[in-house]
C-alpha cells in the first residue's frame, strides 16, 4: 500500500537530478557532497539538509522498474562498500517483484509459467546469497528489527562484535542506546531514514562511539547500519 505521506504531485523525469539519471542509465549514482554536483536538484520538500546521495536502480536484466534513493546529511558518508550491498539490494527487489508479476499472470491465465517461475526462483536465492555475502564483508554492524524489537537478519560484522547470535535489539545494545533508536525508529516513515552518531555500550564493549544510519524497510521492519569512529574520534580530539 502507499505510504499516506507520499507525494502524488512530484514526478521526475528521466535523466532528470540524480534519481532520474539513475534511473534513465540504469546504474549506481553516488554523489559524496551534493554541493559540488551540477545535475543535483534541491527539492522544496525535502525535510532536511541533503550532504551525500547515493542512487541504485531497482532492476531485473536491463529492465529498470524504479530507484533506491538514500541521502545523509553528511557528505562523504556512502563509501564503496555501501554502493555494493544497496545495488544488490536493488537487484533483489527486482528479482522479487518480477516474480510477484509473473504469478499473478500464472495465476490468472493458468498458464504453464511454472519452469519460468523457478528459474526466476533460482535467480533469486542466487542474489540473495550474493547479498548476504557482501552485507558479511563490510565493516558496518547491519541488522533488521521487527516490530516486536527482534533481530530478524544480522551480519558477520555485528556477530563478530557481539560473539553470540543476537536474538533481540536488548541482545545487542544498552538500554538508553534502545530507547533513543527506538525513537528515532518511530519517528520515519516507510521509505524514510535518519541518521545519529552517539555513544554507546554494544555487547561486553562500552564507550563506543556510533554513526547510525535507520531506515524503515516497511512498517513492520526496520534497517539499522552502524559505522564504529570510535577511533576516528579520537584521533580528531
Known sequence: SKPPDANDELCIKLGEGIAGRCALEGKPVLISDVAQCDFFVDMSSTRVRIGSILCVPIKEGNNTFGVLNLSHSQSDFFNVNCVRVFELLGLLVGQMLTIVHLHGIFQRRHSN???????????????????KAVVDASEDMIFLLDMDDRVTFFNQRLYNMLGSVPGSIQDIFDEETIVLLKTKASQIE????????????????SNVTGQFFVKRIREEQVLVMMKD?????????
Open 190 to 205: 516507510v521509505g524514510q531514514s535518519a541518521d545519529v552518531e552517539m555513544t554507546v555500550s554494544i555487547g561486553e564493549k
Open 229 to 237: 569512529i570510535t577511533i576516528k574520534k579520537r584521533m580528531e580530539q
Open 113 to 131: 509459467l511454472q519452469e519460468l517461475l523457478q528459474m526466476k526462483d533460482e535467480s533469486l536465492r542466487d542474489i540473495s546469497e550474493r547479498y
